[in-house]
């Protein structure tokens, strides 16, 4: 009877995630912070994809909450090297710790897949079977300026013939926070649009952090800013907080943009609330780590980039 489980079992992880493994893997997950809005969307598909659709049992799975703590993850990553995990999906705190993690995780033989927090290309050609999972932050900020200039005003509300703006930035550290904030501001001069920067700060991806930084910058720039870029969904809706309490009403005075397509924010942009996000398509990210996490346990050479495109969402 147990044969046929072991049998079934491996059937259902050929049938589902397209590898052969006669034994279900054992897998260590740590994500930066578990209290991040994209990444607890993320983290919950990765385990109900794993678990449900590819049949790794649960107790096979290890997932910890980096806490936006390295020395505190790095910590993890030695536990699951000493308790021989077979594969580990990685979203460094930092990811300028990806070398000492890369070189540490080939010579004990362990594959990794890294997610969301892009190692640098310096590091990606180090030695071992590991990869990068994500969706390519250039385009998102791309999106977001695109979206700017799909609008009949071009992001210029107040008329006086120059697109002003506030930029609420991510972690700095991260190529998201990097990218996005350079290649929004980037479609707007490419298109010939004349941009001021009144104001950018970083908000660390955080909500309350977008109100307070929004806040600020209505109060010193008040009817100058026509353009708030949030780096992602959760400052915006800080940022929206800060536009409503200011008296100021998106789409009529003012555009409000986002990342990440979180529900609430999608139902904002319906509203009319927001101008615009872009998906970052946790579905596809978590899904295609997870093929390359049982690609890597079953002896596959990996990749070293899987990269899945993110959408522009508008009304
Ligand atoms: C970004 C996402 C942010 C935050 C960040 C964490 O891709 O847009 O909301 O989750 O990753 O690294």
Redesign the pocket.
């Known amino acids: 009877m147990k044969k046929i489980l072991a049998v079934l079992m491996t059937f259902v992880i050929v049938a589902t995630c397209g590898v052969a493994l006669a034994d279900a893997p054992k897998i260590g997950i740590t994500i930066?912070q578990f209290a991040?809005?994209?990444?607890t969307l993320?983290r919950e598909e990765l385990v109900r994809y794993l678990t449900e659709d590819c049949g790794i049992p649960a107790e096979n799975i290890t997932v910890m909450d980096g806490k936006n703590d390295q020395a505190e993850q790095s910590n993890q990553i030695d536990g699951f090297i000493a308790d021989n995990v077979d594969v580990m999906i990685l979203?460094l705190v930092q990811s300028s710790s990806a070398a000492s993690v890369i070189q540490k995780a080939d010579a004990a033989g362990i594959p990794v897949v890294f997610i969301?927090?892009e190692p640098s290309a310096e590091d990606m050609a180090l030695n071992g079977n590991f990869c990068y999972v994500?969706?390519d932050?250039r385009q998102?900020g791309t999106m977001q300026g695109n979206i700017v200039l799909s609008l009949d005003n071009k992001g210029d509300y107040n008329g006086n013939g120059v697109v002003d703006y506030v930029m609420i930035m991510?972690?700095p550290e991260?190529v998201?926070a990097q990218y996005r904030t350079e290649f929004s501001v980037k479609a707007l001069t490419d298109a010939g649009l004349q941009v001021k920067e009144l104001f950018k700060q970083r908000g660390d991806?955080d909500q309350t952090k977008g109100q307070e930084l929004a806040a600020t910058a209505l109060t010193q720039f008040g009817s100058d800013v026509d353009v708030i870029f949030c780096?992602?969904?959760?400052m915006a809706l800080g940022a929206y907080q800060a536009i409503a309490d200011a008296g100021r009403t998106v789409g009529e005075d003012i555009a409000l943009l986002g990342?990440?397509a979180l529900a609430e924010c999608v139902e904002m942009v319906k509203e009319g609330k927001m101008t615009g996000t872009v998906l970052?398509d946790h579905n596809g990210q978590s899904h295609a780590a997870a093929d390359a996490a049982l690609k890597a346990a079953a002896g596959e050479t990996l990749e070293k980039y899987y990269w899945v495109d993110y959408v522009m969402v508008t009304k």
């Open positions: 930066y991040d809005n994209f990444m993320y979203n969301n927090r994500g969706a932050a998102s991510g972690d991260n998201d991806w780096n992602n969904d959760a990342v990440d970052n």
